[in-house]
C-alpha cells in the first residue's frame, strides 16, 4: 500500500468523523507490522475533554484486536472536506503512539511525513 493511498483511506475515514462542536474532521489510517490497517476517526463528546482523537480511535481498535505492532499512520484533518494542510497528531496521540511504536514509526500527513521521535524526540515510557 503506498503512502497515497494509506491518505485516501485516511480520508475516508475521517467521513465517519463525529465532530459537530470543532467541524474538524480527522481520520486516520494504522499499518500494523503485518500489513492490516485499521482505520479511525475523531469522536466528540458535549463534555468536551471525552473526545477522542482519530489517531487514538485507530490505535485502540488495532490493540483491542491484539495488534500491537505498527510501522505507519496516515492522518488527515481539516474543514469542508478540505484535508490539503498537515494535521500534526496532539500530544495524548503522540504519547499512545510512543507507547507501542518505534521511534521510526512514520506518521504521514498531507504535505509532509514525520518518523515519531521528530515529533516527540524525548517522552516518557516504560
Ligand atoms: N483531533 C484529532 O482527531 N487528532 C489530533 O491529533 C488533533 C485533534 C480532533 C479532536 C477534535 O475532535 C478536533 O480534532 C478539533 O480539535
Known amino acids: ?3 497515497k493511498e494509506l491518505l485516501a483511506l ?3 475515514a475521517a467521513a465517519n468523523s463525529y465532530s459537530p462542536y470543532s467541524h474538524f474532521a480527522v481520520g ?3 499499518v500494523t507490522t503485518d500489513g492490516k490497517i485499521f482505520t479511525g476517526c475523531n469522536i466528540e463528546n458535549a463534555s468536551f475533554s471525552l473526545t477522542n482523537c482519530a489517531e487514538r480511535t ?3 481498535k488495532a490493540v483491542s484486536e491484539g495488534y500491537k505492532s505498527f510501522t505507519a499512520i496516515a492522518v488527515v484533518g481539516g474543514r469542508d472536506g478540505d484535508f490539503s494542510k498537515d494535521c500534526i497528531p496532539c500530544g ?3 504519547q499512545v503512539m510512543r507507547e507501542f511504536c518505534d521511534s521510526d ?4 500527513l498531507a ?3 514525520y518518523r515519531l521521535e ?5 517522552s516518557f515510557g516504560l
Open 1 to 3: 500500500m503506498t503512502d
Open 10 to 12: 485516511a480520508e475516508n
Open 28 to 30: 486516520a489510517a494504522l
Open 58 to 60: 485507530a490505535i485502540f
Open 92 to 94: 495524548a496521540c503522540l
Open 105 to 108: 514509526f512514520r506518521i504521514i
Open 111 to 113: 504535505e509532509k511525513t
Open 118 to 122: 521528530e515529533l516527540m524526540p524525548v
